[in-house]
């Protein structure tokens, strides 16, 4: 029988995704069925899942997704695995708006399955004792099912982690003392992660990071702790409408934030998925009667992507023939006339929208967001409402005259006005949807 488990911790960057990373290819090189899932909303950390276990990693999002579809995920997950491996978000308990709503915690007690808290110990030792029984008292509906030291200084301060908790938490299973390596970094860029398709040498850094963390820690105990979701088994989850019978998705380094459960959603509904890169300068399929610019880093790119003409002329052909296309963040940004790049050049882009945006200028903008359509288009109904969430440092600098996508309000319900643009049947905005509302 499959089942699943969720490594946790305190605090962000605390190690958990190096550890989840580890863990998942030490099991895919001891032959174990193995998946893993994300909780919230990150695209950059699964692809390294991706890589590590060799299957895509599927986001689960107690705030931002509805019951049935994280049960519809929950399932497909245990489904193909003996063991799914679910890596938490921030910390435990740090959910979205001022009542902290989507939390991990919120998720391990909506899929039942149990929490191994992964503490970065660097800088103390018998305190961690007091942090853990802290975390082990908060909420009686997450209980702890053991701990992992993270960043330990050597066989003496391991001793005084296994003595502190040992008195005073004599029930909580110690699973390992991984030491503090350099070689269990990554690289980062503004929005968290090099990507994981960037890396010179990912599969190397995966073995080694398997080897050193496999053996600090105990991973027959972690199997053992793992168990089945309490939630029902559905149907194939399908997050969001299909934007049309064949679509075209932009993939590659500067599209590459995509849910794969959103692709999927729209395959299991009969749609037809063709993958083209624009940077290759590739243009989406002919036959296509959608296309769909997900998120990434065009603005990295600008430069290649306005002399990419074959892309460009895809694009505006695709829109000539009436095709619906879609933009999400970066791939909003592409869609109007003109990116300004971190040196303060000016690209000109598709020329669809009328939109000016401007990554020389940054302003950090992030949060969940509650979605209504404003008016009626390939997306649905006028106040069609959805859910989702905005990353991203990009500036607006001109949205033009147009017609606007969404109506937006934030996690508390303040209401952030309208937002995107839509004209005919191409539209776009800085928000990722993640489902409906």
Known sequence: MSGGLILAAPASASGKTTLTLALLRHFRNSGKAIASAKAGPDYIDPAFHAAASGTPCLNLDA???????????????????ELVLCEGAMGLFDGAGQAGHGSTGDLAALTGWPVVLVVDVAGQAGSAAALLRGFMSHRPDVPLA??????????????????????????????????????????????????????PDLDGFLDRAATLVSAAIDVERLLFIARSSSLAALPPAQPLPPLGQRIAVARDVAFAFAYPAMLEGWHSAGAELALFSPLADEAPAAGADAVFLPGGYPELHAGRLAGNRRFLAGLAAASCRAAVIYGECGGYMVLGRGLVDAAGTRH???????????FAERR??????????????????????????????????????????????????????ATGRIAGRVMGSFLHLVDRG
């Open 364 to 417: 950090r903008q992030l949060g969940y967001r509650k979605l209504r359509l404003a008016v009626p288009g390939p997306l649905g109904k006028a106040g069609a409402a959805f859910r989702g969430h905005e990353y991203h440092y990009a500036t607006i600098i001109d949205e033009g005259g147009g017609t606007p996508l969404f109506v937006v309000a934030d996690a508390d319900a303040g209401d952030l006005g």
């Open 348 to 358: 000109a882009m598709a020329g669809l929208l009328p939109l000016e945006t401007s």
């Open 146 to 199: 053991g701990v992992i030291f993270n960043r330990v200084g050597g066989p003496r301060h391991a001793g005084m982690l296994e003595n502190s908790v040992r008195t005073a938490l004599p029930g909580l299973p110690i699973l390992g003392h991984v030491p503090r390596l350099a070689e269990l970094a990554l690289p980062e860029r503004h929005l968290g992660l090099v990507q994981a398709a960037e890396h």
């Open 63 to 81: 705030w931002a997704m509805r019951r049935e579809t994280i049960a519809a995920l929950v399932a497909s997950l245990e489904r193909q695995a």
